[in-house]
């Protein structure tokens, strides 16, 4: 089941690539296995999954340290500065930096462990009131004051695009986030890679990859609903 639908996203994901001109070797599955048992991402790694998704610190740690050592642990959800110290060494990428106070605690962190800790900076394109990021309109001095902090690197752009019914509706978004990470690269800020987009989830992935997503983040289309009243 899980294995089948892995690959039907994948197969998508190639899809959306042919139709875009793209390689699809440039785009990153991330499998967003929040809420979701161990037993139901071993399904996946059994199907060749290696890269996952957990919006939860607590629950991130515990993943990681029951399962094999060769995955990648994308930290993708809201980040307190307190909770911090408990994933600057195991997660591969941190996809939601909005703040400079948040980007000097995660410095602190990657000093302590002696790692330049890989961040994306959190962009709430759509201006929705109830969302974590930072403005458009705010991203670049953002960027500039987290590029002076040695021990984290700046990747890339992510956001969060609003729930639509119809996925073309947040073609507008993705286009925008993608021009924005263009405009930034053209500065040559020291220590700021523009290389990854992370946009795109289970209702809207295929038009994020048309529009330049270098990772999707998708969750229920792998491993189907999920069920919030159970914890884990
Ligand atoms: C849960 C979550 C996803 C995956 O959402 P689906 O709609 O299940 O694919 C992607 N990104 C973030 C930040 C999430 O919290």
């Not at 957990?54 to 740690?61: A, F, R, T």
């Not at 001095?141 to 752009?157: A, D, F, H, R």
Request: hydrophobic share 35%; charged share 25%.
């Amino acid at each position: 089941m899980i294995a089948e639908q892995l690959q039907e996203v994948r197969q998508e994901i190639q899809n959306a690539c042919h139709r875009s001109n793209r390689n699809p070797e440039e785009v990153t599955l991330i499998a967003v296995s929040k809420t979701k048992p161990v037993s139901m991402i071993e399904e996946a790694i059994a199907a060749g999954q290696t890269v996952f998704g957990e919006n939860k610190v607590q629950e991130l740690c515990s993943k990681y340290e029951v399962l094999p050592q060769n995955l990648h642990w994308h930290l993708i959800g809201h980040l307190q500065r307190n909770k911090v110290k408990y994933i600057a060494d195991k997660a591969e990428l941190i996809h939601s930096v909005d703040s400079l106070r948040l980007a000097e605690t995660i410095n602190q962190e990657g000093e302590k462990h002696d790692r330049t800790v890989p961040i994306l900076i959190e962009v709430n394109v759509a201006g929705e009131e109830s969302k974590f990021g930072v403005s458009v309109e705010d991203t670049l001095s953002l960027v500039t004051e987290i590029s002076k902090l040695p021990y984290v690197s700046i990747q890339g752009l992510m956001t969060i695009a609003p729930y639509v019914e119809n996925p073309e509706e947040n073609r507008p978004i993705f286009r925008k986030l993608k021009q924005l990470s263009v405009d930034i690269k053209r500065k040559n800020i020291n220590n700021v890679y523009m290389d990854i987009l992370s946009m795109g989830m289970t209702n809207d992935y295929q038009v994020a990859v048309e529009e330049g997503a270098t990772m999707v983040r998708v969750g229920t289309g792998i491993f189907g609903e999920r069920d919030y009243s159970k914890t884990i």
